[in-house]
């Protein structure tokens, strides 16, 4: 079993950044692929970022690529999303998923575990 704990969200100005950590407790995930999704108020969670179990493979969604960037470091067990040029409409609660499935790492339902979400706020 693996818990999944989001920090870094916050109230940043359009244009600034911020860097989400996703910290894994339990067990190592080091040979789980992690992602990030969030849900805007009222809308569907949607994909943002993924990385494989190895860090050799990163996918985005088109909205943020370019601005953000996912990354591991498997020693200290954690992931971050580091959000660039950041715009309301990047507003939402995201969250980080892992899974061990090695396809398809785009859709939620390959990923086992879920944090309980970080809220991010970008004011115009």
């Known amino acids: 079993q693996v818990q999944l704990v989001e920090s870094g969200g916050g109230l940043v100005q359009a244009g600034g950044s911020l860097r989400l950590s996703c910290a894994a407790s339990?067990?190592?995930?080091?040979?789980?692929?992690v992602a990030w999704f969030r849900q805007p108020a009222g809308q569907e969670r949607e994909f943002v970022a993924a990385?494989?179990?190895?860090?050799?493979?990163?996918y985005y969604a088109d909205s943020v690529k370019g601005r953000f960037t996912i990354s591991r470091d498997n020693a200290k067990n954690t992931v971050y999303l580091q959000m660039n040029s950041l715009k309301p409409e990047d507003t939402a609660v995201y969250y980080c998923a892992a899974g061990d499935i090695d396809a398809r790492l785009q859709r939620s339902d390959v990923y086992n575990y879920w944090g309980q979400g970080t809220q991010v706020t970008v004011s115009s």
């Open positions: 339990g067990r190592t995930f080091s040979r789980d692929n």
């Open positions: 990385i494989s179990w190895s860090g050799g493979t990163t």
